[in-house]
């Protein structure tokens, strides 16, 4: 992880500028003093991550350009890199995987909560949802996502579509609203539903594709970064920047939909928007694929601007799930269950 830190901020400093061949695994691993394997990991985190690519035989080349903006210049879609290469099969077990989190585990949390809260159980929860399972995400996102929300600012929802719900009611029902072309089907629904105006926005091969994001007359953009259904692509480094710069070129706002991040086949998980720019982003994702869609849990990520507004919705639009599995969530989260399931579901997914 040192040696992926340091050649990122080389190359988002400029140090590597875009096309430039960087040092190859043996020099870093020696730099380092380290194994050839080892740089070979940190090297593979910087291509699936759209730092770097590799090109056959030749070595590795920086494919992230800093001078990419929002004002026009640097707008080419020619900076490709192969995001998917080498991870359609995983994505595609990642897509069709099936709850593994071992019952055994979960029923002895049920056990624990029911001895351990008894009564409280049976209390009714902040509208927000309970405030432990808040903490327990909270501190997670710190120790694994580098997201760092307090759990003031964290809403507890049945699932991703709920919060979809909630995010219109809370941004507003007049803004105009951007999504993915092809886009999950349930996003486009619930825009029709609510009948607030909405466009699209055609995928190229790293995120959106940069003409068609120059051109987007919206309020605010709903996004998958990380393997977007049902086209598979994952946003690059450095389209995940430009769709911050197109947030703060107007006041905008971004929906980051993260969906299966956390399964990332190597040790480190994707990027977030919402790590980037916390105060521009809007951040959804559920416990469907890490714990088990039967739950019906996902959890939302409200910037400071919509705190007030997201008071006066909850009153009567929140959709907390049942209180005891928010509390039994808690402890499988603050116990390590959680993130000791999250691990060997990735290992199992690698293999």
């Known amino acids: 992880m040192q040696m992926y ?9 400029g140090v590597y500028r875009y096309g430039e061949k960087i040092p190859s695994k043996r020099v870093l691993a020696d730099r380092f003093g380290v194994s050839v394997i080892t740089a070979e990991h940190a090297l593979a985190l910087l291509v699936d991550e759209g730092y770097i690519k590799n090109s056959l035989r030749c070595g590795f080349f920086a494919a992230y350009r800093p001078e990419l903006n929002f004002s026009g210049t640097g707008t080419s879609d020619d900076a490709r890199v192969g995001t998917r290469e080498g991870a359609d099969s995983f994505e595609s077990r ?17 056990r624990r909560t029911l001895s351990e809260l008894g009564d409280r159980i049976l209390e009714p929860s902040d509208v927000a949802g309970v405030y432990m399972l808040r903490v327990a ?71 959106i594709k940069t003409e ?33 710069d197109w947030a703060k070129s107007g006041g905008r706002l971004i929906i980051e ?7 990332y086949r190597f040790c480190k998980p994707a990027q977030t928007l919402c790590a980037f720019d916390p105060q521009r982003v809007v ?36 959709c907390p799930p049942p209180v005891l599995e928010q509390y039994v969530l808690a402890g499988l989260i ?18």
């Open 257 to 263: 939909d993260d969906f299966g991040s956390e399964l």
């Open 283 to 318: 951040y959804i994702n559920t416990f469907s694929k890490t714990v088990s869609p039967a739950i019906r849990i996902g959890y939302m990520i409200i910037p400071e601007v919509l705190a007030d507004r997201a008071a006066d919705c909850l009153g009567f639009a929140s």
């Open 137 to 207: 995400i909270s501190e997670y996102l710190a120790r694994a996502r580098s997201i760092y929300a307090p759990p003031e600012r964290i809403i507890i929802g049945s699932g991703a579509r709920s919060l979809y719900n909630l995010a219109i009611l809370m941004i507003g029902q007049d803004k105009v609203y951007a999504i993915e072309k092809p886009s999950y089907a349930a996003i486009e629904q619930t825009y029709l539903m609510h009948r607030v105006r909405y466009v699209t926005a055609e995928l190229g091969d790293d995120g």
């Open 334 to 351: 603050s116990g390590g269950s959680f993130e000791r399931n999250l691990n060997r579901m990735r290992r199992n997914l690698r293999r």
């Open 94 to 110: 990642l897509l069709d995987s099936r709850c593994v989190f071992p019952p055994s585990v979960y029923i002895k949390e049920v």
């Open 212 to 244: 068609a994001l120059e051109n987007l007359s919206a309020d605010v953009l709903h996004v998958t970064p990380y393997f977007s259904f049902p086209s598979g692509i994952s946003a690059s480094a450095a389209k995940k920047q430009l769709y911050l």
């Open 5 to 13: 830190d340091d050649v990122k901020d080389q190359i988002v400093k």
